[in-house]
C-alpha cells in the first residue's frame, strides 16, 4: 500500500539525514527540498529516483500525498502552512513551530481541509515509553505521583532557540502521553552563559501541574560534561526508570513505596513505611522509534486517522514552551496554561 504514496522532505540536514533513510526504506521517498545544493547532489546519488529542488514552491509542483519537514524550526511555519494549503499531509519536526498562535493556524489549516498534521514527537514511538503508558493504563504502577525527566549532553547549542524550545519538547510530550492530560500550570528557572548577551538559556528547569495533583519536572541542559536521558515515573505501587542511554536495560520497575500503617493496638497513630522489593527490567523490544513515526504518518495518511503525536498535541507542546519562557524571564512565576 505504502509504495503508492509519494512522500517529499523538506530540510535534509543532520536531522533530515535520518528521514532520508526512513522514507526510503519504506518505498515512499519521491522528492527532496534543501537550499543546500550539495546536500541534493548527495541525496541524488544515493536515491537516483528522487527528485531535488531547492524552492518549496517546486516541490509543490511534484504530486506529493504528504511531506515531512526538517528544517530548522524558524522555517517549519511558512513551508508548512504552504503545503497545507495545497493540500498536502504534513508531518513537522519538533518543535512545530515559534509560537502557539503559528500552531493554531497550521491546525486550523489542516483540519479545514480533512488533513492529516503530524509532529515529531518521536519518543512517542519509543517501545519504552508505550511500556510505561501500559503500566499506567493497567494501574501497576497505581496513582502516578510525578515524572521527573532530564536530557542533558555538550551542545548542540542552538543560535535562534533556547535549550527549552530545542530539547523540552520531548519530554513535555513524554509527560502528555503517559498522564494523557494537559497540565493546568507551568513554571520555569534558568539561566543563559554561553550566549549571555542573547539571553538564550543553555540549561532549564520547567515544571508542570495537572489537575489530580501529579507534577513533573523537565530539566534541560546542552551544557553539561554527561549525555542523559532518563525518565523516573514515580507511582504510589511501583516506581519506574527508563534510562535511553543504557544499552541493555533501559527499563527497570522498581517494586518500592511508602504506605501508611497502622499499628495493631486499636486507636494508635498510624506510621509510615517504606517498601522496598524487587527490580524488574522488563524486555523491550529495540524498534527505530523514527521508522515507526514515519509508518504512523503513512497509516494516517492512509486512514484519516489521527496521529499519535498530532498537531493539536504540538500546539499544546509549544504552547508550554511558549509559557515556559515567559515564566523564566519572570524568575519562575508559575502561569495558568488554559489548555
Ligand atoms: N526528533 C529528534 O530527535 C530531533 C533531533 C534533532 C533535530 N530535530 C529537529 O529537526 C529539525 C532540523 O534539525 P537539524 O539539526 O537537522 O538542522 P540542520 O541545520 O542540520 O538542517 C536543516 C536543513 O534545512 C535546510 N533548510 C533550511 N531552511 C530551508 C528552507 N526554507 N527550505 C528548504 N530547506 C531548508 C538547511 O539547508 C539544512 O540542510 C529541527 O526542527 C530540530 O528541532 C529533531
Redesign the pocket.
Known sequence: MSEQLKIGL?????????YVRNLSSLGVFSAV????EN?LAKIKADYPTVRTT???DELLEMGLDGCV????????Y??GLKLLEAGVHCH????LCESSAQALELCEAAESRNLVLMV????LYHPAVEFIRGMIESGELGQVYYISATRCNLG?I?RH?NVM??MA??DISIVQYLLNDDPVSVSATGQSFVQADEGIEDVTHLTLKFADRSMASITSSWLDPEKVRLIKVVGSEKMVVFDDMDPRYKLQVHEKGVDWQKFVEPGSASFLSIRSGDVHIPFVKPTEP?KA?CQEFIDCIQTGRTPRSSGRQGYANVKLIELGCESLKGNGTPLMTGL
Open positions: 523538506v530540510g535534509a540536514g543532520n536531522w533530515g539525514a535520518n527540498c534543501d537550499l543546500d546536500r531547492t524552492s518549496v519537514i526538517a528544517t530548522h524550526t524558524q522555517a517549519h511558512e513551508a513537522i519536526e519538533k518543535p515529531g514527537h518521536i519518543l548542540v542552538r532557540e524550545w530545542s519538547p520531548h523514527l513515526e
